[in-house]
């Protein structure tokens, strides 16, 4: 159902005027409905949003994404007020993930690094040496030498481009995402039969017979830059609808077709980042609850991985 023109724009105000008397700062994910993006202080993809938290000087945080996300903030933020729209918001990515069984594969594997995308719990995050977002998968591994075993957690589709693109054989974990992993062949190969001249970008979630057939690969940010520079007039899009917004909004000449969850919907939505609403981001301000709150203890051993993959994204940064 397509949400009330007026309600929202009454909402945005409201929102907007509060966050002006709290101090506070509005960080949403590519993947959110497009009237919050639209009033976001910053929108961009996860190690976007990770750098921004960091960042901010703004006594709170409102951050519209998903439970791991607003977990990020709050970790990089100890002494900030954290809140999200909806406590609900988690991920299914994340939960492929339990902390106990991790905990034994790791310790199965010794000797192993062990890097962990950031689609995971605080407590997969202290048990990691380092974290990497799909903007920087490719770097971080590489900044380890080739003769380095690693573990790759969680998300097997992602690990497995990676493996592909660097020539490393890291041990995978067996997670995925349910948004990307949905995606067939089939709807794909629909979809270039209706518009032979779309070209196909796919984020490197998507299973690899998906990612074999696409002209680019990349991460939300990174799809969205190819689709500005790039001379293709259409693109069929592999990933969550959201992205959609920025991209028509970016490139209005343009046409966009995302791959379809099914057949009964011209969509692909993530049923997490859409339990944000304008209604749920205002009250939460106003309320300033939902908060995100945690021990001081996992907060300190879930901080150092991050930091260590922002501080290598950096060099990797001034070297370039």
Same mark, same amino acid.
């Given at each position: 159902?397509?949400?009330? @023109? /007026?309600?929202?724009?009454?909402?945005?105000?409201?929102?907007?005027?509060?966050?002006?008397?709290?101090?506070?700062?509005?960080?949403?994910?590519?993947?959110?409905?497009?009237?919050?993006?639209?009033?976001?202080?910053?929108?961009?993809?996860?190690?976007? *949003?990770?750098?921004?938290?960091?960042?901010?000087?703004?006594?709170?945080?409102?951050?519209?994404?998903?439970?791991?996300?607003?977990?990020?903030?709050?970790?990089?933020?100890?002494?900030?007020?954290?809140?999200?729209?909806?406590?609900?918001?988690?991920?299914?990515? =994340?939960?492929? %993930?339990?902390?106990?069984?991790?905990?034994?594969?790791?310790?199965?594997?010794?000797?192993?690094?062990?890097?962990?995308?950031? /689609? %995971? $719990?605080?407590? #997969?995050? =202290?048990?990691?040496?380092?974290? %990497?977002?799909?903007?920087?998968?490719? $770097? #971080?591994?590489?900044?380890?030498?080739?003769?380095?075993?690693?573990?790759?957690?969680?998300?097997?589709?992602?690990?497995?481009?990676? /493996?592909?693109?660097?020539?490393?054989?890291?041990?995978?974990?067996?997670?995925? %995402?349910?948004?990307?992993?949905?995606?067939?062949?089939?709807?794909?190969?629909?979809?270039?039969?209706?518009?032979?001249?779309?070209?196909? @970008?796919?984020?490197?979630?998507?299973?690899?017979?998906?990612?074999? *057939?696409?002209?680019?690969?990349?991460?939300?940010? =990174?799809?969205?830059?190819?689709?500005?520079?790039?001379?293709?007039?259409?693109?069929?899009?592999?990933?969550?609808?959201?992205? *959609?917004?920025?991209?028509?909004?970016?490139?209005?000449?343009?046409?966009?077709?995302?791959?379809?969850?099914?057949?009964?919907?011209?969509?692909?939505?993530?049923?997490?980042?859409?339990?944000?609403?304008?209604?749920?981001?205002?009250?939460?301000?106003? /309320?300033?609850?939902?908060?995100? *709150?945690?021990?001081?203890?996992?907060?300190?051993?879930?901080?150092?991985?991050?930091?260590?993959?922002?501080? #290598? $994204?950096?060099?990797?940064?001034?070297?370039?």
């Amino acid at each position: 159902m397509e949400p009330d @023109i /007026n309600s929202t724009r009454i909402f945005a105000e409201k929102f907007l005027a509060l966050k002006k008397e709290k101090k506070a700062v509005l960080l949403a994910h590519f993947y959110q409905v497009p009237e919050i993006q639209d009033i976001a202080d910053y929108v961009g993809d996860s190690l976007g *949003l990770s750098q921004q938290a960091r960042q901010t000087e703004a006594e709170v945080i409102v951050f519209a994404g998903v439970h791991f996300m607003a977990e990020t903030a709050k970790i990089l933020n100890p002494e900030k007020k954290v809140l999200i729209p909806d406590m609900g918001a988690g991920c299914s990515l =994340a939960d492929s %993930c339990p902390p106990e069984t991790f905990k034994k594969f790791v310790d199965a594997h010794p000797g192993h690094v062990s890097i962990s995308y950031i /689609n %995971c $719990s605080a407590a #997969i995050k =202290a048990m990691s040496d380092v974290i %990497c977002t799909s903007s920087n998968a490719v $770097s #971080i591994v590489e900044s380890f030498p080739a003769e380095q075993p690693i573990i790759f957690a969680p998300d097997k589709n992602l690990g497995a481009w990676v /493996n592909q693109v660097t020539g490393r054989n890291m041990v995978l974990w067996e997670g995925s %995402c349910e948004v990307h992993e949905i995606l067939t062949t089939e709807s794909i190969i629909k979809l270039k039969i209706e518009h032979p001249e779309a070209q196909l @970008i796919a984020h490197p979630e998507c299973k690899a017979p998906v990612l074999a *057939l696409a002209d680019f690969i990349g991460s939300t940010t =990174a799809l969205l830059d190819y689709t500005s520079r790039s001379k293709a007039t259409a693109f069929i899009v592999a990933t969550e609808t959201g992205i *959609l917004h920025r991209m028509k909004k970016n490139n209005p000449e343009k046409n966009f077709y995302i791959v379809p969850a099914d057949e009964n919907c011209a969509c692909n939505d993530c049923p997490y980042m859409k339990m944000n609403t304008i209604q749920k981001l205002y009250l939460c301000l106003k /309320n300033e609850r939902p908060e995100i *709150l945690m021990d001081t203890e996992l907060i300190s051993k879930a901080a150092k991985p991050i930091l260590k993959m922002l501080e #290598i $994204s950096e060099r990797i940064k001034l070297i370039k």
